[in-house]
């Protein structure tokens, strides 16, 4: 199957973007195999390489290779291989971290998080989709898996024709996907069917060890979006003694509970409320706190509600400003890859404006060394990290 490109349609594939949408193709010939490799081509006739295909998708195209070479269990053994190598290269005493990150690994529509022998996946794409079983296999007999579970209730795969589902993909007899994870010296009850995305938020691993550069014993920290709580957590293995941490999921809060308990921090206090809420209730008690996170999910999912988005940020930056302390630390986040770090600066200095309060950036990062970006490809990067010293 080849797929023919409209003029000058290939540049942005030929500094390497991996998508190609379906307007910007002239004509496809050959059987054309839903979720299939095609073979992309430029209107002057050029090899541009081979990807999937899929034509009830606005991308139509996801490049896998330059080259002419055939898309199996070889080809894609090597690509997860080399994904790992880089990683355990830089950190090689870590056992959990995202293996694979989609097209930041070349490997389109496919993530593999890693949790010592346990595996959670999620596919996005239409062809990596029908591969499922090879990937699975690669697991079990090349990276010695004992758990698989796929994470695929996402609304990204109805965009290419797929079924929302979860489940245990090996062995298929499991039942339980609960396990207990050490991860910084910290212990957590992880359950990769019943959390949040893969099962545990990897991307902020290494950001969560920051907190405890920040707070000391005498420290009054508050954590929202806590989910399982993993800044609360590391910010009471550094010594601090007043923690509370906030989520609207009932689950989350018990599973943060439930991580306190195991770890033996008792100076936590989980609560099950919504952010908003919480803000309205915290400026009536006049608490104040020397340090707050702000992890929020994502506010928007598409460039339409891009402005939406940011009068929630503005807000949510806003009141966590007010309830500080003169001279203490916000950390505030943005995972929606539409809010650039222009327009989350510039949010930043509209909350602090309207807070009365200045601020200095002190830390600025994206996600985990694990979750590559690709500088081409604006799409991979999605997390946003400032550290702000509020005075």
């Given at each position: 199957?080849?797929?023919?490109?409209?003029?000058?349609?290939?540049?942005?594939?030929?500094?390497?973007?991996q998508?190609?949408?379906?307007?910007?193709?002239?004509?496809?010939?050959g059987?054309?195999i839903?979720?299939?490799?095609?073979?992309?081509?430029s209107?002057?006739?050029?090899y541009?390489g081979?990807?999937?295909?899929n034509k009830?998708?606005?991308?139509?195209?996801?490049?896998?290779?330059?080259?002419?070479?055939?898309?199996?269990?070889?080809?894609?053994?090597?690509?997860?291989?080399?994904?790992?190598?880089?990683?355990?290269?830089?950190h090689?005493?870590?056992?959990?971290?995202?293996?694979?990150?989609?097209?930041?690994d070349?490997?389109?529509?496919?993530?593999i998080?890693?949790?010592?022998?346990?595996?959670?996946?999620?596919?996005?794409?239409?062809?990596?989709?029908?591969?499922?079983?090879?990937?699975?296999?690669?697991?079990?007999?090349d990276?010695k898996?004992?758990?698989?579970?796929?994470?695929?209730?996402n609304?990204?795969?109805?965009?290419?024709?797929?079924?929302?589902?979860?489940?245990?993909?090996?062995?298929?007899?499991?039942?339980?996907?609960?396990f207990?994870?050490?991860?910084?010296?910290?212990?957590?009850?992880?359950?990769?069917?019943?959390?949040?995305?893969?099962?545990?938020?990897?991307?902020?691993?290494?950001?969560?060890?920051?907190?405890?550069?920040?707070?000391?014993?005498?420290?009054?920290?508050?954590?929202?979006?806590?989910?399982?709580?993993?800044?609360?957590l590391?910010?009471?293995?550094?010594?601090?003694?007043?923690?509370?941490?906030?989520?609207?999921?009932?689950?989350c809060?018990?599973?943060?509970?439930?991580?306190?308990?195991?770890?033996?921090?008792?100076?936590?206090?989980f609560?099950c409320?919504d952010?908003?809420?919480f803000?309205?209730k915290a400026?009536?008690?006049?608490?104040k706190?020397?340090?707050?996170?702000?992890?929020?999910?994502?506010f928007?999912?598409?460039?339409?509600?891009?402005?939406?988005?940011?009068?929630?940020?503005?807000?949510?930056?806003?009141?966590?400003?007010?309830?500080?302390?003169?001279?203490?630390i916000?950390?505030?986040?943005?995972?929606?890859h539409?809010?650039?770090?222009?327009l989350?600066?510039?949010?930043?200095?509209?909350?602090?404006?309207?807070?009365?309060?200045?601020?200095?950036?002190?830390?600025?990062?994206?996600c985990?060394?694990?979750?590559?970006?690709?500088?081409q490809?604006?799409?991979?990067k999605?997390?946003?990290?400032?550290?702000?010293?509020?005075?």
């Open positions: 199957m080849d797929i023919y490109l409209k003029k000058n349609e290939e540049r942005r594939l030929r500094i390497g973007h998508w190609i949408f379906s307007n910007e193709i002239e004509r496809t010939e059987d054309i839903n979720g299939g490799i095609a073979n992309a081509i209107s002057r006739g050029d541009l081979k990807g999937f295909y009830h998708s606005l991308i139509a195209y996801r490049h896998l290779t330059s080259f002419d070479e055939e898309i199996n269990k070889d080809f894609l053994l090597k690509r997860i291989k080399t994904a790992e190598q880089m990683r355990v290269k830089n090689p005493e870590r056992h959990y971290f995202r293996l694979v990150n989609s097209e930041s070349f490997l389109p529509g496919l993530i998080d890693k949790f010592g022998d346990n595996y959670s996946i999620q596919v996005f794409s239409f062809g990596m989709n029908n591969l499922i079983q090879i990937i699975c296999d690669i697991l079990v007999n990276f898996a004992q758990l698989i579970v796929e994470k695929n209730d609304d990204l795969r109805l965009l290419e024709g797929l079924d929302k589902k979860e489940g245990i993909l090996y062995p298929v007899s499991a039942s339980d996907t609960e207990t994870a050490d991860i910084d010296g910290i212990k957590y009850v992880l359950n990769l069917l019943k959390g949040q995305k893969t099962g545990f938020y990897l991307d902020q691993t290494l950001n969560r060890l920051k907190i405890r550069e920040y707070v000391s014993e005498n420290s009054s920290v508050l954590d929202l979006f806590c989910n399982d709580g993993g800044f609360s590391n910010a009471a293995y550094a010594g601090c003694k007043k923690i509370t941490g906030v989520d609207s999921s009932e689950y809060v018990e599973s943060a509970k439930k991580n306190a308990g195991l770890n033996g921090f008792s100076d936590i206090n609560l409320d952010v908003f809420s803000f309205d400026f009536q008690t006049k608490e706190y020397n340090l707050i996170v702000l992890d929020p999910p994502s928007t999912k598409s460039k339409k509600s891009v402005n939406t988005a940011l009068r929630g940020y503005t807000e949510l930056n806003y009141k966590a400003l007010k309830l500080l302390h003169k001279n203490s916000l950390f505030t986040y943005s995972c929606s539409h809010i650039t770090e222009y989350f600066e510039d949010m930043l200095v509209k909350a602090a404006a309207e807070a009365g309060r200045k601020i200095q950036i002190i830390e600025h990062s994206n985990s060394y694990d979750h590559p970006v690709l500088p490809m604006s799409e991979t999605y997390l946003k990290e400032y550290i702000l010293r509020v005075l």
